[in-house]
């Protein structure tokens, strides 16, 4: 099982960003995945999941309305479409798995990590 992140980058104030979480050893359509981030100096902290019981999204408070969740099962990744960013979303960002197959969000326990990408947002 692998998970491989990327698309971040150096970006201004009210610019956007898609990032990537590639899936391997597994179909990303029978697990909850979700995207988290860790900003220097901060705790991480869950951004986006997207469950595999019921296809539902979730997303914190301070993203909702900029952020979106996808999926594209035939490239067995999911993305995460960021607009309207901000400089407090500079983080680096990290996607990982549901243990279980089948879990909504979010899920009993997150099994598997992958490496990070860094994003920055200048103001």
């Known amino acids: 099982v692998q998970l491989q992140a990327s698309g971040g980058g150096l970006v201004?104030?009210?610019?956007?960003?898609?990032?990537?979480?590639?899936a391997?050893?597994?179909t990303v359509d029978y697990y909850a995945i979700g995207w988290f981030?860790?900003?220097?100096?901060?705790?991480?902290?869950g951004v986006s999941c997207f469950s595999s019981s019921d296809d539902?999204?979730?997303?914190?408070?301070?993203?909702?309305?900029?952020?979106?969740?996808?999926?594209?099962?035939?490239?067995?990744?999911v993305y995460l479409q960021m607009n309207?960013?901000?400089?407090?979303?500079?983080a680096?960002?990290?996607?990982?798995r549901g243990s279980e197959a089948g879990s909504s969000c979010p899920p009993v326990h997150w099994g598997y990590w992958g490496q990070g990408t860094l994003v920055t947002v200048s103001s």
């Open 24 to 26: 391997s050893g597994f």
């Open 37 to 45: 981030r860790q900003a220097p100096g901060k705790e991480r902290e």
């Open 92 to 96: 680096v960002y990290f996607c990982a």
């Open 84 to 90: 309207n960013l901000k400089p407090e979303d500079t």
């Open 12 to 22: 201004q104030a009210g610019g956007s960003l898609r990032l990537s979480c590639a």
């Open 56 to 77: 539902s999204t979730y997303y914190v408070d301070s993203v909702k309305g900029r952020f979106t969740v996808s999926r594209d099962n035939a490239k067995n990744t």
